[in-house]
T-cell receptor, first 114, second 111 residues
């Protein structure tokens, strides 16, 4: 059974640019959540999508946005990148919208903003 | 009230020793308490989890102890091995919401 797949694994972007990250959940999982992980702030929740609708949102500025497609794949977009956006971005998928049923993380996308 | 506190920040244990990591929470609505293990370059992986109606859960060398009245829970790793060296996160969640993670504990097990 394939796990959660995140692409790309590594990204280097310049301040002011925008970036799109992709997450393919485990087959059958309909909920996808995104997290930002930094050494100083730990794991911080960005947002959750279920059946193409954003269901929960963390305390991040509007530069961070996401969407989910009908096949449950999700994308996260960050516009006008800042140096502080450098982080490991993780997505996690789960069954049927109940967050902790089979909650599985991907290996993440390491974003470096220079 | 959504915060989960975790200690220590880092821990060094000799091979064969017991590693203990503690977490505390405030929100009594939390109803599921997992522990995640993360190796460098990987995402967190579920290690063991407990619900508040149980005081202890054991899976192999890993045990969660849960104290509902004190709003505290801890992870015990018995017979710690160098392969256990990783960052450990406690977390809490209540239905309909999302995970709140502790800041993490970096465990190093010396051979």
């Amino acid at each position: 059974k394939a796990g959660v797949t995140q692409t790309p694994r590594y990204l280097i972007k310049t301040r002011g640019q925008q970036v799109t990250l992709s997450c393919s959940p485990i087959s059958g999982h309909r909920s996808v959540s995104w997290y930002q992980q930094t050494p100083g702030q730990g794991l911080q929740f960005l947002f959750e999508y279920f059946s193409e609708t954003q269901r929960n949102k963390g305390n991040f500025p509007g530069r961070f946005s996401g969407r989910q497609f009908s096949n449950s794949r999700s994308e996260m977009n960050v516009s006008t990148l800042e140096l502080g956006d450098s982080a490991l971005y993780l997505c996690a998928s789960s069954l049927a919208g109940i967050p902790y049923h089979g909650y599985t993380f991907g290996s993440g996308t390491r974003l470096t903003v220079v | 009230q959504q915060q989960v506190k975790q200690s220590p920040q880092s821990l060094i244990v000799q091979k064969g020793g017991i590693s203990i990591i503690n977490c505390a929470y405030e929100n009594t609505a939390f109803d599921y308490f997992p522990w995640y293990q993360q190796f460098p370059g990987k995402g967190p992986a579920l290690l063991i989890a407990i619900r508040p109606d149980v005081s202890e859960k054991k899976e192999g060398r890993f045990t969660i102890s849960f104290n509902k009245s004190a709003k505290q829970f801890s992870l015990h790793i018995m017979d710690s091995q160098p392969g256990d060296s990783a960052t450990y996160f406690c977390a809490a969640i209540n239905y309909g919401q999302n995970f709140v993670f502790g800041p993490g504990t970096r465990l190093s097990v010396l051979p």
